[in-house]
Structures are given as C-alpha cells and as structure tokens.
C-alpha cells in the first residue's frame, strides 16, 4: 500500500470488536512513533501504552464515549516541553507539533496493519495526568485507540484543493 492509498484508507474509526492488538502489530506501531522526526532530533516525547481492561474506570473519566473502551489499546502521546525546541527569537515551544507527528506515525502505520484509531484531543487532563502518573513537566498531547474497526466512516467532505492551496 502505498503511502497515499493509506491515507484514503485512514478514517477515524468510533466501534471497535473485541478482539486483541497482535503484539507484533503493537511493536510496529511504536516502531513508527520512534522513527519520527521532531525538531531538532530532541525526541521529548513518550508514548503510554494503555490496558483498557485494566483501566476501564480511569479511561471513562478521561474519555467518556464507550467505543474508546471498546479497542483494547488506547496510545497516548505525551510531550515533555523542557526537553523540546523553542524557536529562540519568538520562544515558541514544539513541543506540542512534535506529539501531533508521532501520533500521525502511529496513527498511519496501524491504518496500514488493518488496525482503527481516532485522534482525541477533547480529553480531560487531570484524570489521565492521574493515570499515567505524569511529572508537572510532562504534557498529554493526543490519544488514540487501537483496534479492529467495527464502525463505518461517517460523511466528512474535505474543502477543494482551491480552497486550501494556494500558489504564489
Ligand atoms: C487533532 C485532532 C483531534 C481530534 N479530537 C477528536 C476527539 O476528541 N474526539 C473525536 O471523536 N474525534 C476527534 N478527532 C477526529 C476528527 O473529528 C476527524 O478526524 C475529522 O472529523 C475527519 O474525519 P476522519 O478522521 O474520519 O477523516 C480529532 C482529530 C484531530 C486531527
């Protein structure tokens, strides 16, 4: 599959079977969050691998749709701003970009192994804070489940290319 066909394959996936994450699947996926890039090569992030079984009643503060806890797997990526570049003449931190990029890494390669996810960023902090005994600097960023899709696509357009391009 090539990268693009992955992309048109990718939907955010609200339903999941109750079936488990091969653990060679597992390892591919994080094997991707490795591989990504982040500015310059700082790599302040960590990815938290989450039981949902064993952390249903947690996972129901942080997210409450059911379908989260449907996946057997929930990835959350978590940034650690002190350690992350900060453009020094503006002191913007990127922290938060380099998190979205692992999530993407992720996020595509378990397209790619068959596998759903979701971005979730509509999450409650301090329960998950909680969950992953977070230090103050660490910083969650996205979640996502990971699991065999048992939900269709829902309808969502994307603007034309005219629209969101333009050359100059
Ligand atoms: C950064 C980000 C955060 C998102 N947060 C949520 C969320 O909290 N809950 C949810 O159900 N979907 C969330 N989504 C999914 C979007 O709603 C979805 O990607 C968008 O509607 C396009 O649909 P598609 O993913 O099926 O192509 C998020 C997506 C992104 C990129």
Redesign the pocket.
């Known amino acids: 599959m090539s990268v693009l066909e992955t992309i048109e394959k990718r939907?955010?996936v609200?339903g999941y079977e109750d079936k488990e994450v091969e653990e060679e699947k597992l390892q591919k996926i994080l094997k991707a969050a490795q591989l990504a890039p982040t500015g310059v090569n700082a790599q302040a992030f960590k990815v938290y691998v989450i039981d949902t079984k064993k952390n249903a009643d947690k996972l129901k503060e942080v997210y409450s749709?059911e379908w989260l806890i449907e996946a057997p797997i929930v990835l959350a990526v978590v940034s650690k701003a002190n350690d992350a570049w900060i453009r020094p003449w503006d002191s913007v931190n990127i922290n938060e970009i380099d998190a979205t990029i692992v999530m993407d890494h992720m996020i595509l390669e378990a397209t790619e192994l068959g596998l759903g996810t979701?971005?979730?960023?509509?999450?409650h902090e301090r329960p998950l804070i909680d969950l992953l005994k977070l230090s103050e600097e660490e910083h969650p960023v996205?979640l996502t489940p990971v699991g065999y899709p048992n939900a269709e696509?829902?309808e969502?357009g994307r603007k034309s290319l005219e629209e969101l391009v333009e050359y100059i």
Not at 118 to 123: R, T
């Open positions: 939907y955010s609200r749709a979701c971005y979730i960023a509509a999450f996205l696509p829902r969502t």
